[in-house]
């Protein structure tokens, strides 16, 4: 969830880490804060509200230094106010920590520091683990870096965590355990965070830290890194494949709306090396080795959250559809804690665009622990989801900076795609036929989703209509009802408005009991599937007065007769129009956010990468 950004070296820390919490404030914008070493102590400075809150609270402040450490926060333990902002303070002032992740069992803890004395001035479970590392290095008598080994030894939960020492100026001590930690390697100077966005301006050479370990960062050193049980690890420096253009605006207003418009190339990239050109054969080298196991499988289980929860639906259709193998698609949240049945015949299949997303990382490690065979789509290289998982496929997305996911969303459905076919063609349940007519128009998609987003201007202006609404219906079926589903969810997440997603011939059964000249109602009438029967739905709908946009494909007459609304997507296979129907969603959704005066890419109350449970 939290943003965490360190800087030890040569240069001035604070302006470094002013940067690189603006570029991780995607992950939590309720209170930003920062720690800086000099030779006066810490000076610790924080506030409630954004990273410009931050800013300019220490405009004329003393924060010269070059060690430091910053946090962008996402709320969890005690609500969003200056005390509870981090960095974190121990009792005698000497020790200074950020923490993204959640410690279970603080609680316990922090009585048995209360009752040696300690006094907590927030509401955090992190104040309680400085205080735990100030008391062990006090009454151990041991180093900061033997301390925090000890200390989480102790702990139950999930962390990623810095920490910096009054007086110690050139070194600090990092350690992860369900939430990311990248280190970037520079001459005589090392970064630290959450991601390495903030660091790629800097230097492309990374260590990515991995759980239960913990470094010693300092830029008079070699990095050491040792395990929570006391285990030497040699550090492992990659080169990062990031450019800093891929994460700035690039003059686009917002980044959603960069990332909808990048969503041609992004599909284009997911394809690109994965289908051969002449040939029309997929390669997916990730899951090569499993193709047999997926093949073999008595069903294959997806499990994701959110976003990624959609496109392992479509997936589900796709998988049943053109292979032949029953799927089940689960919330990860729910996934490991109602006891599933999981057998070692069975394929788990994690979908995350962050690949640390700490519901589906459990519900994986569980599917591990059965047995099962377990792979990943993921868009981040590095992350802990490909790192846990036998093989899998990465997407080719870029970064998404955006909250509400657009691009991530369609190349995984392109992933999902490419991985039905090839395991249809293996299978023999496709004829080669319709094998290379669906390769064939899938190659087709990045152009037509081009000419969808020129419906922009078109969108805007039904979004004008719609602003004001407090309730939002959004129906499909077939392989558009996920799409309804998506797109209900993108209209909650940045705009606040109540929106649901349901199976079209569902209305019957409750919703339409909502409609009225108050309601909008989404339909995605494509002119595949089922059709006539999407008709008859939208006939209902506006016998009782409900207010249509509709979905169509171009060309189509008989809906635009019907719909107070149209946008028209090119005409492609049933199997492929979600790729098109759901960019008029994302734009829809866009529009009406930013006509009702909503924060686009920082909707209130969420983060992009949900790294806690």
């Not at 999930?158 to 009054?166: G, K, L, W």
């Not at 079926?477 to 606040?496: D, M, T």
């Not at 079209?504 to 109602?521: F, Q």
Request: net charge negative; aromatic share 6%; glycine share 8%.
């Amino acid at each position: 969830m939290c943003g965490i950004v360190g800087y030890v070296g040569g240069k001035e820390a604070y302006p470094i880490i002013i940067k690189g919490l603006k570029r991780l404030e995607y992950r939590g914008y309720d209170s930003a804060g920062v720690s800086i070493g000099n030779t006066k102590g810490i000076a610790l400075l924080k506030q409630k509200g954004k990273v410009s809150d931050l800013e300019a609270y220490t405009e004329g402040r003393e924060k010269s230094g070059s060690i430091g450490i910053g946090h962008t926060r996402w709320a969890t333990h005690g609500v969003p106010n200056q005390v509870n902002a981090h960095p974190h303070l121990s009792g005698d002032g000497k020790l200074s920590l950020i923490h993204n992740g959640i410690i279970e069992n603080y609680d316990s803890i922090k009585k048995a520091l209360q009752s040696k004395g300690h006094i907590f001035n927030s509401d955090t479970d992190t104040e309680v683990l400085i205080h735990l590392i100030e008391n062990i290095k006090n009454h151990e008598q041991v180093n900061l870096f033997e301390s925090v080994r000890i200390a989480l030894s102790e702990v139950i939960g999930a962390y990623a965590i810095v920490v910096m020492e009054e007086g110690v100026n050139n070194e600090f001590i990092a350690a992860r355990k369900g939430s990311p930690l990248v280190i970037g390697v520079g001459r005589d100077e090392y970064y630290i965070a959450s991601d390495a966005s903030p660091i790629i301006e800097y230097t492309n050479e990374v260590v990515y830290l991995e759980d239960g370990e913990i470094a010693r960062v300092n830029c008079e050193e070699v990095l050491e890194i040792k395990t929570i049980t006391n285990k030497i690890i040699t550090p492992y420096i990659q080169e990062l494949k990031l450019s800093l253009d891929t994460i700035e605006k690039g003059g686009f207003s917002h980044f959603m709306l960069k990332e909808i418009y990048e969503q041609p190339k992004s599909i284009l990239d997911t394809m690109r090396g994965r289908i051969d050109t002449e040939s029309k054969e997929i390669k997916l080298g990730g899951i090569s080795d499993y193709e047999q196991k997926i093949i073999n499988a008595d069903r294959i289980i997806i499990v994701a959250c959110g976003t990624s929860w959609h496109a392992g639906l479509i997936g589900e259709y796709l998988l049943e559809d053109l292979a032949r193998i029953p799927v089940e698609v689960e919330y990860a949240s729910e996934f490991r804690y109602r006891n599933p049945i999981i057998r070692e015949t069975d394929v788990v299949l994690a979908i995350s665009q962050s690949g640390e997303t700490a519901d589906t990382l459990a519900a994986l490690a569980l599917a591990k622990q059965k047995g099962a065979t377990v792979l990943g789509i993921c868009n981040v290289v590095g992350s802990s989801i490909p790192r846990l998982t036998d093989g899998g496929i990465y997407t080719h997305a870029g970064p998404e900076i955006g909250v509400a996911s657009t691009k991530a969303f369609t190349t995984q459905v392109v992933v999902l795609t490419l991985m039905s076919l090839r395991i249809a063609k293996q299978k023999g349940t496709l004829s080669n036929t319709n094998y290379h007519q669906l390769i064939t128009q899938l190659e087709l998609i990045p152009e037509k989703v081009e000419r969808v987003l020129q419906t922009n201007d078109q969108i805007e202006k039904i979004a004008k209509q719609f602003k004001d609404v407090s309730n939002f219906l959004y129906l499909g079926r077939g392989y558009n009802f996920p799409v309804a589903l998506e797109g209900a969810l993108k209209l909650k997440e940045i705009s606040y408005i109540h929106a649901e997603g349901y199976p079209a011939a569902e209305m019957k059964h409750g919703p339409i009991a909502l409609i009225d000249a108050d309601m909008p109602i989404v339909v995605i009438a494509t002119k595949k599937g089922n059709y006539e029967k999407i008709l008859s739905n939208i006939q209902e709908v506006k016998s009782r007065g409900g207010r249509l946009i509709a979905i169509v494909t171009e060309g189509d007459k008989t809906v635009k007769e019907l719909a107070d609304y149209c946008i028209e997507i090119p005409n492609c296979f049933e199997e492929l129009t979600p790729l098109l129907s759901n960019i008029p969603l994302q734009l829809l959704s866009y529009h009406i956010a930013l006509m009702r005066g909503c924060n686009v890419d920082q909707p209130r109350n969420l983060a992009k990468s949900v790294t806690v449970e």
